[in-house]
Nanobody
Framework: QVQLVESGGGLVQAGGSLRLSCEAS????????IGWFRQAPGKERDIVAA????????YYADSVKGRFTLSKDNAKNTAYLQMNSLKPEDTAVYYC?????????????????WGQGTQVTVSS
């Protein structure tokens, strides 16, 4: 079993940056693919970014491409989501997810392990 804990959310002005962290415990997640999802009030949970077990393959939603970067440090059992040039429409609860599979997935149903979520609020 893998437990995930997100941190790094908060309130930031438009154009600012935040780095979210996702720390895994319970067992090594070096062989796990990682995804970041977000959910705004009244909306569905959407994929933000995903990466394969070794970071070799990555996916980014069109809305964040060029602004967000997902990285995975297997030695630290931690994944990061660097978010730059934030926009008000990025406001949401952000969730880290892991799947016990080396290949990434873009649909939340393929992930079996989830963090509790961290709020990101971008003011205009």
């Amino acid at each position: 079993q893998v437990q995930l804990v997100e941190s790094g959310g908060g309130l930031v002005q438009a154009g600012g940056s935040l780095r979210l962290s996702c720390e895994a415990s319970g067992r090594s997640f070096s062989s796990y693919a990682i995804g970041w999802f977000r959910q705004a009030p009244g909306k569905e949970r959407d994929i933000v970014a995903a990466v394969s077990w070794n970071g070799g393959n990555a996916y980014y939603a069109d809305s964040v491409k060029g602004r967000f970067t997902l990285s995975k440090d297997n030695a630290k059992n931690t994944a990061y989501l660097q978010m730059n040039s934030l926009k008000p429409e990025d406001t949401a609860v952000y969730y880290c997810a892991a799947r016990r599979d080396p290949y990434m997935a873009t649909m939340w149903g393929y992930y079996g392990y989830w963090g509790q979520g961290t709020q990101v609020t971008v003011s205009s």
